[in-house]
């Protein structure tokens, strides 16, 4: 695992205060933050062979009916989320959009992953040929921190051999279920054979993208020792 920017106790400290905040204060977003942001995109591109771009001081992505429908309010500033066509693309935008949700949380700043309910401003990003756009993330200033999403336990996601599981998958997973999914929907399932670790993404809506956050998430958690994805 690459953990970019962050400490492994700042990113655990990141994944335990993110919630999806969907309401925003009018205060923009300072340029050494936007700067920071930049980076963590710019090495996500490279390792990820991705296109995400950051879009600042632009409303109108949500300001449509189909925003406020989706109780969003305030939002200007958000991550497209782009890259070439192909089987691993949602996976891989998620798991470097994560990364970048996590070092904004750390910066002060809160998000929000949207699928659905934002209109797409052509003008504001660029789409290669061959490349699309996948989904956005919200940022900026809260005007609240959001709560704590209900959550399936470890038994509903993962395979657990009765006290013989170690600490660092324990805690991968309790960090894959403090990760965002659509519609909250927890659709991903771990299994271990010694240092091996599989996901699996179930059948749902933006499931593989959810695959890709909660891979992160796992690798926060179980950061502590050396272990393979399967
Ligand atoms: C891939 C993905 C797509 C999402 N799309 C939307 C969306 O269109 N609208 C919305 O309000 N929230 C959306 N969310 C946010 C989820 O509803 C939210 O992450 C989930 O309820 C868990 O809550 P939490 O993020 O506060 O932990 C999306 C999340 C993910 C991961």
């Given at each position: 695992m690459n953990p970019g920017t962050m400490t492994i106790a700042q990113l655990k400290d990141a994944v335990k205060q993110r919630h999806s905040v969907r309401q925003y204060l009018d205060k923009p977003i300072p340029a050494d933050v936007a700067q920071a942001l930049q980076e963590e995109i710019d090495k996500g591109n490279a390792e990820g062979g991705l296109h995400m771009q950051l879009v600042l001081n632009e409303p109108k992505a949500f300001s449509s009916f189909l925003a406020h429908y989706g109780k969003f309010?305030?939002?200007?500033n958000y991550i497209a989320l782009i890259g070439p066509k192909g089987e691993l693309l949602d996976e891989k935008l998620g798991y470097y959009g994560e990364r970048v949700v996590l070092l904004a949380q750390h910066l002060g700043l809160n998000s929000c992953w949207v699928g659905l309910t934002y209109a797409k401003v052509k003008t504001s990003y660029v789409i290669g040929a061959d490349e699309k756009l996948v989904a956005v993330i919200a940022l900026g200033y809260g005007a609240t921190q959001g709560t704590q999403h209900r959550s399936k336990s470890m038994s509903d996601v993962a395979q657990l051999t009765e006290n013989a599981d170690p600490d660092w998958y324990k805690q991968g997973i309790q960090c894959a279920l403090l990760a965002p999914t659509a519609t909250n929907q927890q659709k991903f399932y771990f299994s271990r054979i010694g240092h091996r670790v599989s996901v699996k993404a179930g059948t749902g809506f933006f499931s593989k993208m959810d695959l890709g956050i909660v891979k992160y998430h796992f690798e926060i958690g179980a950061a502590d020792e050396e272990f393979q994805w399967a």
């Open positions: 309010s305030n939002v200007s």
